[in-house]
């Protein structure tokens, strides 16, 4: 196949199902391969890396969508992602970055440790009661997402009671940040868009009347205090991202973790003998399925390049993170799950000015979560087959179905 056929079929259902050997055809035709109009598809890491950290490489913004995506603005799902960090570029992007990362700082999430500690250990509990005599229990539902739902809206000052809306909420939103997606899939997510709008207006309004220490607050003051600097559809919009990446990565990050514990009894062993750090496993993770597999960048200037190939005004680089984590000239061995692995560095949390702010929070919850998991259940066993989602941005699984005795 050639690059286009390939990243059609990562488009298919089998192709996000699997993708990896896709990844390794396109990695066969080169680093970067012309895959379409306008379009290179990109699979090496040197070259991946390079195009997150080069600045003069631009994020599908809302004017750029605008132009060449037909009717991205009839879609309030796109638009609202447009209105954040995520899809600006700059000056806006350092504007709203700076005043987020001011608040939502790295001493504040270090000083999370014992609440994260404590909520693990809670969620293990119930763990416990629910399989105790032999039962199966979802580990997706029970523990993956209820774990980083928790801690993020802990930090926004979301309350405990509304924590349950927002898996199915996020679900339905980020369909919008996928390649391709059905006419209904883009109206559940232009709901969820408006719901999670509503929600988080009527929260901001609380805030602002009757502030707390948590990110609403200190982010609603600061955008009351400068007008110019962040604006309320922007304030929405972030507090959204805030709310969605802040357990959607994190979700898939330890079920794709587990599963691939359960896979290689070894590394589980490891973990649990200490021969394996928390902070490897997290890594390997990353880089061998990482819950992030593509991203995007825009040439917009003449003599730039991707690698070795010319990148004409208006092309676009897709690149493939999953691939790039898998380079055999960057890793030995890339197809082998290897938590001893060092200088890993996978690019699963991108790059550059757009590097993941709650890249330090998600390490953290992994490196409690799995290895209290394997502690407090020796003989942890799946209960029958895991059940991916079928997305490929977000490669995570819907189900994970385990015993715990």
């Known amino acids: 196949m050639d690059g286009a056929a390939i990243l059609e079929q990562l488009m298919t259902v089998a192709g996000r199902e699997d993708p990896y050997p896709l990844y390794e055809q396109a990695r066969a035709l080169g680093a970067v391969t012309p895959a379409g109009e306008a379009l290179l598809m990109t699979v090496g890491y040197r070259e991946v890396n390079e195009v997150l950290r080069d600045g003069t490489f631009r994020v599908p913004d809302a004017e750029l969508r605008g132009r060449w995506e037909e009717g991205f603005a009839d879609h ?60 199966p229990v979802d580990f997706m539902d029970a523990f993956a997402y209820r774990l980083p739902v928790g801690v993020i809206c802990e930090l926004l000052g979301v309350p405990a009671a509304d924590r349950h809306l927002f898996r199915a909420l996020a679900s339905d939103l980020t369909v919008s940040l996928e390649m391709i997606a059905e006419d209904s899939e883009l109206a559940a997510a232009d709901e969820a868009a408006e719901e999670l709008a509503g929600y988080f207006t009527a929260l901001a309004a609380r805030r602002r009347a009757d502030p707390r220490d948590d990110l ?83 040439s917009l200037a003449n003599g730039q390049r991707v690698g070795e190939t010319e990148a004409p005004y208006g092309s676009m680089a897709v690149l493939l993170i999953g691939a790039a984590n898998r380079d055999p000239l960057r890793y030995e061995h890339p197809e082998r799950f290897d938590p001893t692995r060092r200088d890993s560095r996978p690019l699963s949390f991108g790059g550059g000015s757009h590097y993941c702010l709650g890249a330090q929070l998600a390490r953290l919850e992994g490196a409690v979560a799995l290895p209290a998991l394997l502690t407090r259940f020796p003989e942890l066993a799946p209960a029958g087959p895991p059940v991916r989602r079928d997305r490929l941005v977000l490669r995570g699984y819907q189900s994970l179905p385990i015993t715990i005795r």
């Not at 999370?112 to 119930?126: K, S």
């Not at 304030?235 to 994190?250: I, K, M, P, R, Y």
């Not at 896979?263 to 928390?278: C, I, K």
Request: proline residues 3%; hydrophobic residues 45%.
């Open 216 to 298: 609403v607050s200190a982010l609603v003051q600061v955008a009351d205090a400068d007008h110019g600097r962040l604006s309320g559809s922007e304030l929405l919009a972030n507090l959204v991202l805030l709310l969605v990446a802040g357990f959607e990565t994190t979700t898939n990050l330890l079920g794709n973790g587990l599963t691939l514990l359960l896979d290689h009894p070894e590394a589980a062993a490891g973990l649990r003998d200490g021969t394996v750090t928390p902070a490897g496993l997290n890594d390997e993770v990353l880089r061998f399925d990482s819950p992030v597999q593509l991203t995007s960048r825009i």
């Open 76 to 135: 309030s799902s796109k638009v609202m992602f447009s209105r954040s960090i995520l899809e600006r570029n700059e000056p806006d992007h350092s504007r709203m970055r700076s005043l987020i990362a001011s608040v939502f700082t790295a001493r504040r999430i270090a000083a999370l440790e014992p609440a994260v500690v404590e909520a693990v250990h809670r969620l293990l509990d119930d763990m416990a009661d629910q399989g105790a005599d032999g039962t």
